[in-house]
């Protein structure tokens, strides 16, 4: 009999925490709780997740401590102070949770064990110090259990995966590719990849990629080549993303005849992915890639339109770093096969790091800081709250925890709690009481674990697994000196209701979570960040800009990439009411639109950096700059009211000064002398130009997005 | 009428009065913001968490002047 993935998966988990809770019953610590909780909670499909994440939540425990030591000691006389300082350390953890999806768990737990020391340990140095030592060598003891069980029993290798998702991954690009060239050469449509199956390949090859280097040591020994490997493959699928927004610009032209080879370019391409697929499947390549360049017919060519010129450049341009990025990734992929370490692992560098700040992350972390000072007010001034300082530690914890699904209502996290509260009464009321050795308990928290890990497997019910999980063994709080009370179990539910107060009142206050409001500042934000860009870049700089400009740039450079990704994702949580006769589909094509103007954008930051000649730079300026401005005062507008733009008075703007400014261009051409206007320039002219085009193409499509929105009932206020 | 608050007794454990009110006072609040969110009522308020937040306060009061004790 073949027992299912889902099977294996809650057996172990079940048997983990039944060794965990067995160990700490017998070591006779405070909290077993902490065991058996850790070993719940780092359960993973895979032992390297699952070792990362039980790592990480030791590492938290550490720094989390320490932090908690500290601020005990410098203020253990004034609880305001104590509680500033501590808000905003628990602030910061929640903004660099956000940063990464790697160190996400480590930074909530440093957040966390803060909590534990400063708060559990009322306020008690001795306390503090035998709290900390307590817990995490429960949360050790959870984890080295977990660890030895998904070891010993049916051990999941995430190396096995990683190559599997790689080659999907392959293959989608492959797919994507291929699509992609069928467009453009006029062949049948083969169907498209949803660009958001690719994001979540990717997403899940990075996170294969982080477990298997501490599981597998095939993978740990190839390390560097790996981490190359991830990255060529997330430039791979950035290059064919933005090369798809070209399209439009590009229909037109016979492409066959302008580019004699492209077809067979396009076949080059799919065969190395298609060897890329093979060498991840683990078979040897049959074939290793051929050299091959774009040919461009330049008679043909200079039949085109300066713009048409313009497109095809740019176009060209991003084919030859995808035939860069796909011989690169044969050769890395090659490598890893072949184990040489030294030949992959040469030329790899760490992708430049853009430190700057994220207003929705620090959003978050006020939300924490605001919930925790509530919290906080409440207990202080409210007498008898229930548990006190205990209830003030568990409401700060599950803030900082629920901030990971900022985008899930409140509501969504009231039914899975009560639910799990109800399932959890009569089994500590009525079954624990009648339980005379571990032995049977042993049975009946397997028995419990196994059924909601086994019930809850899917992702989507990650939310109910952990809430009954963790309630279950919050409320039937064995120890060996187990004692029954209705006080505890009344107590827990009305922390729990307390909780989802102060959670409702700071998905309002003093920044609104609601889908709808977020969606509608995000929004504005990227118009603005547009706006902005716009305005900071043009032809005619005459002095370097100061250190504060710079970095405004840079904010509003990370806004615009950022953005359209978070739009997408809150999009999908905006309630029916806001919608009104506005589709999901239709807020998904704004989405879209919204990536293709943000890439757009980012080519024209990129090109703009690019050496233009002084000659051409002379003569285009006042042409290029009206238009500049003519863009820009469109973000402006859309920035206060997205409908206001009429897609057909925008292309038919757009189309007029496209007439003007080929006629200028080509004046300027016929008036320079061929000879003072280098190769590089002319092509870096052209990339230029294509760039501005392909943004005013971007924002007509947008605004054709932007009318199929029921913007007044987004816009309309409501509870 | 009894003015005089009376605490709510389950399982041995006394629940305070307004504890009781206030959980009352919430659920109607949400209830109501609801049901104008339902006909579409909310738009004609300036600010509608504050008002959500309003409704509940008064709830409560009420609640706790007239029900509770009585």
């Given amino acids: ?719 | 009428m009894n003015l005089i608050p009376s605490e709510f007794a389950a399982g041995g454990i006394y629940f305070p009065p307004l504890l009781i009110a206030s959980i009352l006072g919430l659920i109607l609040a949400w209830l109501t913001a609801q049901t104008l969110n339902r006909y579409r009522l909310s738009r004609f308020f300036f600010y509608p968490p504050l008002v959500l937040l309003a409704f509940a306060v008064i709830y409560t009061v009420l609640i706790g002047t007239f029900v509770i004790p009585s």
């Fill in chain 1, 1 to 719: 009999m073949t027992l299912s993935p889902r099977f294996k998966h809650a057996f172990k988990t079940a048997l983990a925490v039944v060794i965990a809770y067995a160990i700490a019953l017998y070591m006779d610590w405070d909290k077993p709780i902490w065991a058996g909780w850790t070993a719940a909670s780092v359960s993973l499909d895979a032992t390297g997740q699952s070792i990362q994440k039980g790592l990480n939540r030791i590492a938290g425990a550490l720094v989390g401590s320490l932090a908690g030591f500290i601020l005990l000691a410098f203020f253990i006389q004034d609880r305001w102070l104590f509680f500033l300082f501590f808000s905003l350390w628990v602030a910061i953890c929640t903004y660099f949770s956000f940063g990464s999806e790697r160190y996400n768990y480590f930074w909530q737990q440093a957040g966390f064990f803060a909590v534990v020391v400063g708060l559990d340990s009322a306020f008690s140095p001795a306390n503090a110090f035998a709290i900390a030592i307590e817990r995490t060598q429960g949360a050790g003891t959870g984890l080295l259990v977990y660890m030895l069980v998904g070891l010993l029993l049916w051990p999941a290798n995430s190396r096995s995966s990683l190559e599997k998702t790689g080659q999907q991954l392959t293959a989608s690009m492959k797919a994507l590719f291929a699509n992609s060239m069928g467009r453009l050469l006029g062949r049948p449509d083969a169907g498209s990849v949803p660009g958001a199956q690719l994001a979540q390949l990717q997403q899940r090859f990075d996170n294969l990629l982080d477990a298997a280097e501490l599981d597998s040591w095939e993978v740990n020994a190839m390390r560097p080549a790996w981490r190359r490997c991830r990255a060529q493959i997330a430039d791979l699928r950035d290059a064919l993303e933005r090369w798809q927004q070209d399209f439009n610009e590009l229909q037109h032209l016979d492409l066959v005849k302008l580019v004699p080879n492209l077809p067979a370019f396009g076949t080059e391409i799919e065969t190395r992915l298609t060897q890329i697929e093979r060498m991840f499947a683990g078979d040897p390549p049959t074939r290793l890639p051929s050299t091959i360049k774009l040919e461009s017919a330049e008679q043909v060519r200079k039949t085109l339109t300066h713009f048409d010129r313009a497109a095809l450049s740019v176009s060209q341009h991003r084919l030859a770093h995808v035939e860069a990025v796909t011989r690169d990734l044969f050769a890395t992929v090659s490598a890893i096969r072949d184990h040489e370490h030294h030949h992959a692992a040469a030329g790899f560098r760490q992708s430049a790091v853009r430190p700057t700040v994220d207003r929705d992350r620090l959003g978050q972390a006020l939300r924490v800081a605001a919930s925790a000072w509530l919290a906080f007010l409440v207990v202080i001034y409210v007498p008898a709250v229930p548990g006190e300082l205990a209830a003030l530690g568990i409401i700060i914890r599950i803030v900082v925890a629920d901030t990971k699904f900022a985008w899930i209502p409140v509501q969504a996290l009231i039914r899975p709690t009560f639910a799990g509260i109800l399932v959890a009464f009569p089994i500590y009321i009525f079954l624990v009481p009648a339980l005379s050795s571990y032995a049977q308990l042993a049975v009946l928290l397997f028995a419990f674990v196994f059924v909601v890990d086994y019930a809850f497997h899917d992702p989507k019910q990650m939310l109910w697994r952990i809430l009954f999980l963790f309630l279950f063994m919050l409320l039937i709080n064995l120890t060996n000196v187990q004692t029954y009370s209705f006080l505890h179990f009344a107590n827990t539910a009305l922390q729990w209701s307390l909780l989802f107060v102060l959670l409702s009142l700071t998905e309002y206050l003093p920044i609104s979570q609601q889908p709808d409001h977020v969606y509608r500042r995000m929004l504005g934000r990227f118009f603005r960040s547009c706006e902005f860009l716009m305005a900071t870049r043009g032809w005619g700089r005459q002095h370097e800009p100061s250190l504060a400009a710079r970095w405004r740039k840079k904010f509003h450079t990370y806004e615009v990439a950022t953005l359209p990704g978070k739009l997408a994702a809150w999009g999908r949580f905006l309630p029916p009411d806001a919608l009104g006769r506005t589709t999901p589909a239709q807020v998904q094509a704004l989405a879209m639109s919204l990536q293709a103007l943000s890439f757009r954008m980012q080519e024209l930051t990129e090109a703009g950096v690019l050496h233009q000649s002084d000659l051409l730079v002379r003569e285009l300026l006042a042409d290029v700059r009206r238009w500049r401005v003519a863009v820009q005062e469109i973000f402006g507008q859309v920035a206060e009211k997205p409908e206001t733009t009429d897609p057909a008075a925008l292309q038919s703007r757009l189309d007029a000064v496209l007439v003007r400014l080929e006629a200028r261009i080509q004046e300027a051409v016929d008036r320079i002398d061929a000879g003072t206007v280098s190769a590089e320039e002319s092509g870096n002219m052209y990339r230029l130009l294509g760039a501005h085009r392909g943004l005013s193409e971007a924002l007509v499509e947008l605004s054709k997005q932007a009318a199929a929105i029921d913007w007044p009932r987004l816009r309309e206020a409501r509870f």
